[in-house]
């Protein structure tokens, strides 16, 4: 089975650290990644991306996962279909079927997402930005409960380019009303936290893979139940 040298998105080069922002900010609005930061399906996504790897032969390992971690569907089809040199479009719908066969019983909420969603949302207008595609992102939101709490949710179908691009978040932002220095971004992953801090975003670093690739971001926080986001969480929200 040959392996594959999947082509990482452009990522930063520089320091993951990022400066806070001026005393006394705090975000007019929020927009939340779904996936490793809402609910757990990352792993789900992982399987997802081994299963169709492994039926066009090529070996999705360890370090492949965690490279592809945040990539939409449409680039896990490109890096499997130029590795296999195989038609594109028919990996990508392979893609797309084979998520939405193992969605059903893995949209799992995390510890204190609802919570935290509910608790900014009473507050302030909150939104989603995703690299899923707009139907999987849908169902995803809806079953586990956020839809009701979020005026709004962006999907990589609904922009020229997902994440790591600015797209993703410049577009949930201009929905929101917002500039996007006045807006808050909450996300788990290199590729996520990327295209947040692309689009002039706040940047709140929950790294679903704690022993990952340095997630660039102007605060951190272990989990959404940690205190220290749940500080940063009563100091914006009072």
């Known amino acids: 089975m040959t392996s594959f040298p999947a082509p990482t998105p452009s990522l930063p080069t520089s320091s993951p650290e990022l400066p806070a922002p001026a005393p006394g ?4 609005c ?3 990644d779904c996936d490793g930061i809402l609910m757990d399906t990352e792993a789900n996504w992982a399987r997802v991306q081994r299963a169709v790897s492994e039926r066009y032969g090529l070996a999705f390992t360890e370090a492949m996962e965690r490279r592809m971690m945040g990539w939409s569907a449409a680039d896990v089809a490109t890096a499997i279909a130029e590795a296999a040199r195989a038609d594109r479009a028919a990996v990508h719908a392979d893609v797309l079927r084979t998520e939405e066969e193992t969605l059903t019983g893995h949209i799992v909420p995390l510890p204190g997402a609802l919570e935290t969603v509910r608790a900014f949302a009473e507050r302030l207008p909150v939104a989603v930005a995703s690299n899923s595609t707009s139907t999987i992102l849908g169902v995803k939101l809806e079953e586990a409960g956020f839809a009701p709490h979020l005026c709004t949710w962006v999907s990589s179908e609904d922009v020229p380019r997902g994440k790591p691009a600015p797209d993703i978040y410049t577009e949930a932002v201009r929905r929101l009303g917002f500039a996007p220095g006045e807006a808050l971004a909450v996300e788990d992953s ?5 295209s947040a801090v692309a689009a002039g975003l706040v940047v709140v670093a929950v790294p679903s893979v704690p022993d990952g690739d340095p997630v660039p971001a102007h605060h951190r926080a272990a989990t959404l139940t940690d205190p220290a986001f749940r500080e940063l969480m009563t100091r914006w929200l009072g």
């Open 25 to 28: 900010w705090a975000p007019a």
């Open 190 to 194: 290199v590729v996520g936290a990327t």
């Open 30 to 32: 929020v927009v939340f």
